[in-house]
């Protein structure tokens, strides 16, 4: 279904009539475990130790994957996220060959009202594939734009998620994360994750990462644009872009009509 609702509000409405069970599978799928294995403090080793062929070392080189990726949270978070500065946030390995970060929240904290606990789950070929350095801080600060999301306002709101089995819901709630990335200082590390994903995801898969999150040539152009007008990533952030032309099209409140 698309969505050509670009003017509406990002959080959701509900009526009586709102499934259940969408819900339900929702809040499971973006759950993070009862239990779940806490980073571990080795650093992370180069690319080459981690394409060792040797059965044992999935679960030897994840322990600095894990600790790689939580020292760079912490960076982000001090640097540019201070609204999550105390958030507990546990990190874990997941395999995927078109997916590289997922982020969950905590059902247990969800459902009981206590405080929310977050997951981010990294898929060890980014080390393996040589994503960039500045790709893979750009994109963990989009999981991190992520968290913000589900840590602010009310939290009946996050029922609303369900609806990211629309095609056109994800591809705006993904391209407003990417907006509150850019908007922090990380669009040209976006830019270079995206050059990098292209590169390494499915063929069959491809379209579907372009039309959820901007392209390399989108984000040129929000850059661009953006730094003459400050102001319009305020309104990007409300009004988001599907596409490249709306990015230039959408560069103002339409002007009020008078008959």
Request: glycine share 4%; net charge positive.
């Amino acid at each position: 279904m698309k969505d050509d609702s670009t003017t509406r509000s990002y959080m959701p409405r509900f009526s009586s009539t709102t499934c259940v069970l969408p819900i339900l599978i929702t809040i499971l799928v973006l759950a993070v475990p009862a239990k779940s294995q806490p980073s571990q403090t080795i650093n992370c080793g180069p690319p080459s130790a981690l394409l060792a062929p040797t059965e044992s070392r999935t679960s030897i080189q994840q322990a600095p994957l894990l600790e790689r990726m939580r020292v760079m949270v912490d960076e982000l978070i001090g640097a540019s996220y201070p609204e999550l500065r105390g958030v507990e946030i546990q990190f874990s390995i997941f395999q995927n060959n078109a997916d590289f970060f997922r982020t969950r929240f905590g059902i247990p904290q969800f459902l009981f009202g206590r405080r929310m606990r977050y997951l981010i789950r990294v898929n060890p070929k980014v080390c393996e594939l040589q994503a960039p350095e500045a790709g893979i801080q750009a994109i963990l600060a989009h999981e991190l734009a992520h968290i913000l999301y589900f840590k602010v306002g009310n939290r009946a709101r996050l029922l609303g998620l369900a609806r990211l089995n629309s095609k056109g819901f994800t591809a705006r709630f993904e391209r407003q994360t990417d907006l509150q990335t850019i908007s922090r200082g990380y669009g040209e590390g976006l830019k270079e994750y995206r050059q990098w994903l292209y590169q390494h995801v499915p063929d069959q898969k491809l379209q579907e990462k372009q039309r959820n999150y901007f392209s390399p040539e989108e984000i040129d152009a929000i850059l661009s644009l953006s730094h003459r007008r400050p102001e319009l990533l305020t309104y990007w952030l409300k009004h988001v872009p599907r596409n490249l032309q709306e990015v230039h099209e959408l560069q103002s409140p339409p002007a009020a009509k008078f008959w």
